[in-house]
């Protein structure tokens, strides 16, 4: 088992930046590709970013590449989510995940946190 706890999450006005933490515990955190999905009211949950247990690979959805960061510290057993030019449309749950495979399909993550919420306001 990994349990995964996010934070960071908050009210930020548009063109702003946030960065959200994910930190682990449980079985050995490298050992796990991480990844960050969200997801807004009435709307299916969105893929944002991934990254392999080495922090070697990653993948951005094309809606966040060159405004999301996402990187990991196996030293803390933390994966970040670095967020700058935020956008209206960026306001959802974030919610954050762990799996044995590096990929973009939700179904493939098998432990999941609750989620922080992100707002961005005008």
């Known amino acids: 088992q990994v349990q995964v706890v996010e934070s960071g999450g908050g009210l930020v006005q548009a063109g702003g930046s946030l960065r959200l933490s994910c930190a682990a515990s449980?079985?050995?955190?490298?050992?796990?590709?991480m990844a960050w999905f969200r997801q807004a009211p009435g709307k299916e949950r969105e893929f944002v970013a991934a990254?392999?247990?080495?922090?070697?690979?990653?993948y951005h959805a094309d809606s966040v590449k060159g405004r999301f960061t996402i990187s990991r510290d196996n030293a803390k057993n933390t994966v970040y989510l670095s967020m700058n030019s935020l956008k209206l449309e960026d306001t959802a749950v974030y919610h954050c995940a762990a799996g044995g495979l590096l990929t973009v399909a939700a179904a493939s993550y098998d432990y999941w946190g609750q989620g922080t919420q992100v707002t961005v306001s005008s």
């Open positions: 449980g079985r050995t955190f490298s050992n796990y590709a």
């Open positions: 990254i392999s247990w080495s922090g070697g690979r990653t």
